[in-house]
């Protein structure tokens, strides 16, 4: 069958910050679409690509060259008709816009094609930014959509835009060549970034206190779940069909058999957690009645942070990644 070479390229703003003379970030990312996507970095930080390959049929592929020529047609149309519509009274002009507007997002089949490659270059943010502990906020940034090929050489680019989130507003740790390591054994080991970082970063941001402690409280429990599933695949269901234990029995007792380490999580965190899950509960059903001190939202939190840093070294430990990549 004939193969279709794919590239996707996105911004990242601001860029990131890499360590010098160690280049670009060259990462291989495993695809149930292409295989494996080539994921990289520009030296500067500021863009990020994916490549992959996959296998079309003939019939695919005479469908999606049509659907190429119109998209090629509509973004010409679509440009001629805002030139033309000069006026606020144009009822016509507008509605010719809005057509071809609805038109264009329907999208086509490169839309399920790139789709990809685009969680690829998700994923690998994500990864970057869990690893270097970076507080993010989302930003959609696009760098000339995608582009594909049917010898990888000759390269055609496709209409429509392509959007990922992931720009970085703070950063304390660089990418270098120990890092980019690192990157590459946890991906290997196939972990997925908690999603409970995610929340724990939006909880930094966000100005009120008790929004602040919802959010943490709502990080720690994601992050213990997915990371109770990494360890042990058959707590699944229990951790996502059916209503989970209290907190402190999944960081506790749940947590030290899963991970085959007694203790796994110390006692003061655990201690810490608990009761941050008691206070969000009443914040829940009474915010109006609770009052935070500013101080003890931002120990909780660093609380949280720290038991986050903690599951990873667990999940890490259990794959046979080791400090010597940190």
Request: glycine share 8%.
């Amino acid at each position: 069958m004939p193969k279709l070479h794919l590239k996707v390229q996105n911004g990242i703003s601001p860029p990131l910050e890499m360590d010098e003379g160690t280049g670009g970030v060259c990462l291989r990312v495993p695809s149930e679409e292409c295989g494996t996507v080539t994921v990289t970095i520009s030296a500067e930080g500021d863009k990020i690509e994916s490549q992959g390959v996959i296998e079309v049929d003939e019939k695919k592929l005479e469908s999606l060259k049509r659907q190429h020529a119109r998209c090629v047609e509509l973004r010409d149309e679509l440009q001629a008709a805002y030139k033309n519509h000069v006026s606020p009274t144009d009822v016509k002009g507008a509605a010719e816009i809005a057509r071809l507007e609805g038109e264009v997002k329907k999208g086509n089949d490169f839309t399920e094609i790139f789709a990809g490659l685009r969680e690829a270059s998700r994923s690998i943010l994500r990864l970057i930014r869990q690893e270097l502990d970076l507080v993010t906020h989302n930003s959609k940034a696009t760098m000339g959509g995608s582009r594909w090929s049917l010898d990888g050489e000759t390269w055609h680019s496709d209409p429509q835009f392509m959007f990922i989130t992931g720009a970085t507003i703070s950063q304390t740790r660089k990418l270098d060549d120990r890092r980019k390591k690192r990157l590459q054994a946890i991906i290997d080991s196939g972990e997925q970034p908690l999603v409970g970082l995610e929340f724990l970063h939006e909880a930094w941001r966000h100005g009120e206190g008790r929004v602040k402690w919802v959010l943490a409280t709502t990080a720690a429990e994601l992050a213990i779940k997915q990371a109770l599933i990494m360890l042990n695949g058959s707590l699944a269901t229990l951790l996502l069909e059916v209503p989970a234990p209290p907190m402190h029995k999944l960081y506790g007792k749940v947590l030290d058999d899963a991970s085959e380490n007694d203790g796994a999580l110390a006692k003061d965190l655990r201690k810490e957690l608990a009761r941050g899950a008691e206070r969000r509960n009443a914040i829940v059903h009474k915010p109006e009645s609770i009052h935070l001190d500013p101080d003890e939202v931002h120990a909780y939190l660093q609380h949280v942070g720290a038991a986050i840093h903690r599951l990873h070294e667990i999940i890490r430990t259990k794959n046979g990644i080791h400090d010597e990549y940190r």
